[in-house]
């Protein structure tokens, strides 16, 4: 079962493989494997207890941040991720990024973003589209036409709360699509970075 595994100097947490959205793009439509993951599938979701156990026996050298992303959407399992974020705080002083398609609110039916305060440095919000249409096609999250808004809203919650917010979309989307992108970024106050496609990055 591998939860830790290294992607440039990152250490990133593979905790569960739910998640739901199916953006067309996603590692989940050609592979499970990662970094130097060998396969990011988990067989059954780890404890919090196997999470810390394997923190403590993995080895960090030359990862400058710990980032929660892995097959599945982290916050799915919000609590796991409060109380892993607040081991790691009492163990060292790597930053904390999570990585999140921003639908947490929907997924834990309650609004999210104030619980990160304190434990994690940035959240990179998957932003994918400029507008509600292409977002669902894209992304095709299950929870629909909600879908796109409530991203926007825990991206804008979490300006509040946390240090860092930025938002990415992958390179396989349009030039005019990015450019769009940025504009609504811009609007909102948040960096955007572009990604090269490579993976679960």
């Given at each position: 079962m591998t939860i830790f595994y290294k992607f440039g100097n990152g250490l990133y947490v593979n905790i569960t493989n739910r998640c739901p959205c199916g953006c067309v793009f996603c590692i989940r439509q050609n592979g499970d494997s990662v970094g130097d993951a060998?396969?990011?599938?988990?067989?059954?979701?780890?404890?919090?207890?196997e999470i810390i156990s394997d923190f403590e026996k993995t080895d960090k050298t030359g990862c400058s941040e710990i980032v929660f992303c892995g097959y599945?959407?982290?916050?799915e399992r919000l609590d796991a991720v409060l109380e892993t974020c607040r081991y790691i705080r009492s163990k060292t002083d790597l930053k904390?990024?999570?990585n999140t398609n921003g639908l947490s609110d929907l997924i834990n039916g309650r609004p999210t973003a104030h619980l990160l305060k304190g434990?994690?440095?940035?959240?990179?919000?998957?932003?994918?589209?400029?507008?509600?249409?292409?977002?669902?096609?894209?992304?095709?999250?299950?929870?629909g036409e909600l879908a796109f808004e409530a991203?926007?809203?825990?991206?804008?919650?979490?300006?509040?709360?946390v240090p860092e917010v930025i938002f990415t979309v992958v390179d396989v989307i349009s030039e005019e699509e990015i450019e769009?992108?940025?504009?609504?970024?811009?609007?909102?106050g948040i960096p955007l970075r572009v990604?090269?496609?490579?993976?679960a990055n």
């Open positions: 060998q396969s990011l599938w988990l067989e059954r979701e780890p404890t919090v207890e599945g959407e982290p916050l904390i990024r999570i434990l994690v440095d940035t959240v990179s919000v998957s932003l994918n589209a400029s507008n509600k249409e292409e977002y669902n096609r894209v992304t095709r999250p299950a929870f991203m926007l809203k825990f991206a804008q919650d979490c300006k509040d709360c769009a992108c940025r504009l609504l970024a811009e609007k909102m990604r090269v496609y490579e993976g």
